[in-house]
């Protein structure tokens, strides 16, 4: 492999797990948005897709942007660490 393709790997695999964490903590946000001045409609809205529809939509760009051999690396990692608990 070249160099090149390597620094577009490790891009994207930074930018997958971008994704995932701003997934993960989106639902945080939720009780945030009540303090906006927007009508009622847009507030319930806003905080419904923070917690049920932008997560998984990240996640899942998040794994098409990583790839699977990045996936499988994740899981082999998580498996080493339960094995250490």
Excluded: H, Y
């Excluded at 797990?17 to 303090?35: E, K, T």
């Excluded at 507030?43 to 923070?50: E, F, N, Y």
């Excluded at 899942?60 to 996936?71: C, F, N, P």
């Amino acid at each position: 492999m070249n160099k090149s393709n390597d620094e577009a790997k490790k891009l994207r695999l930074k930018t997958g797990m971008g994704f995932f964490i701003i997934g993960c903590i989106a639902p945080f946000f939720a009780p945030l948005v009540f303090f906006l001045n927007i009508p009622q409609e847009w507030r319930v809205g806003i905080a419904a897709a923070l917690v049920l529809g932008l997560p998984e939509i990240l996640w899942i760009v998040a794994g098409v942007l990583m790839g699977k051999e990045a996936i499988t690396a994740l899981k082999d990692r998580r498996k080493f660490w339960k094995k250490r608990e």
